[in-house]
């Protein structure tokens, strides 16, 4: 009679991953069946499919999640280290990357469709999951980035402007005229990039004189924007093509197609090594991908459901979905503070 074999995750892709990604566990020894189940703390994940060495499962919520195990009827395997986001606040309407203040708290939006006013659309979010809403009214904020001296700009797609929040207290248009402005970022030298929608991205400098800076595929939903340490802005935005571009434009305006083949790809951000995050589909997966600056590969990085924006400040990562924002560790910890 032949040993029975002992039931045992042997890896997962990717090694983080948000609640309703679709993660692939690699094992031996697993049995499908009635009394079979995939564990994350608490919580069961939805098997998609299953065999005795491979798993697709759906990730549920799980706060006190400290990695993955099997379950075979009383039989659970040795728990398997994995990184669940735990869902920091609900009730949002995020369109683009939320950002962080200077006191570690979360900047994000109640957008609302195009033309809806919102009261107090703006808020801040504490590492408690607290949200506060600032005293402000901006129709359909979309777009938000702080620049160097710590004052917060946000794009309002309805009306075509750029606004200052200074020192949070008093909005003022900076820049308008923009068509349907989404994503906004800055330089090192305090130029302000916007993505219009409709195939233009402008540069507006201190003062707020804008130019047309470059012109792209106009995007059914919103340009995404980020510059890396050598000031060179890189562009994703979803068009009507289903298989979208990750573009690198230089500073004299020279356009580089680095990724083909993206599916709706969103926001991004840059890692602390360099290299560059990404939410889209590709190749038949979703979540966030990871562009490396040194060879141009592109590596799933988190399964995730659909996100919209993403933010990363020191060791945190945060997740925007379409109404929440989730909490992850780099570092591979997943206890809120």
């Known amino acids: 009679m032949s040993a029975k074999k002992e039931m045992i995750i042997t890896g997962v892709a990717p090694s983080i991953g948000v609640p309703e990604g679709e993660l692939v ?3 031996r020894g697993f049995r499908p069946g009635l009394t079979s189940r995939v564990l994350l703390g608490d919580a069961a ?8 060495d491979r798993i697709i499962v759906r990730l549920p919520e799980s706060p006190n999640c400290l990695g993955l195990a099997l379950q ?12 669940l986001a735990t869902r ?3 009730n949002l309407h995020p369109v683009a990357n939320p950002v962080v203040a200077s006191d570690g708290s979360l900047i994000s939006t109640i957008s609302g469709g195009r033309g809806q006013q919102i009261s107090q659309p703006l808020v801040r979010i504490t590492r408690q999951g607290d949200k506060i809403p600032f005293d402000c009214e901006i129709m359909n904020p979309t777009g938000l980035a702080f620049s160097e ?5 946000i794009t309002s797609r309805n009306d075509g402007t750029v606004l200052r929040y200074t020192d949070f207290e008093t909005l003022e248009v900076i820049a308008d005229d923009l068509g349907v402005p989404c994503g906004l970022t800055f330089d090192s030298e305090g130029i302000l990039y916007v993505g219009d ?3 233009k991205i402008y540069r507006i400098d201190s003062s707020g004189n804008k130019e047309e800076f470059v012109n792209l595929e106009p ?11 050598e000031d060179r802005l890189y562009v994703t935005g979803p068009t009507f093509s289903m298989r979208d571009n990750l573009y690198r434009i230089s500073g004299d305006g020279t356009i580089e197609n680095l990724v083909d083949g993206l599916a709706r790809p969103q926001g991004m951000v840059f890692l602390p090594d360099g290299d560059l995050l990404i939410a889209a589909g ?4 979703k979540g966030v991908f990871r562009y490396s600056q040194k060879d141009g590969t592109l590596q799933h990085f988190a399964a995730a459901p659909i996100i919209v924006g993403l933010a990363v400040s020191g060791q945190d990562i945060y997740f925007a979905s379409g109404n929440s924002i989730y909490w992850a560790q780099l570092s591979g910890q997943n206890v809120v503070n």
């Open 149 to 153: 001296d710590g004052q917060l700009y």
């Open 25 to 27: 566990i690699q094992c």
């Open 282 to 285: 590709y190749q038949g997966k």
């Open 197 to 199: 929608r409709t195939g």
């Open 45 to 52: 994940a939805s098997i998609s499919s299953a065999s005795e």
């Open 219 to 229: 995007s059914i939903a919103a340009y995404h924007l980020a510059v890396d340490s």
């Open 88 to 90: 920091l606040v609900t």
């Open 72 to 83: 075979v009827g009383k039989t659970v395997s040795p728990v398997f280290p994995f990184n």
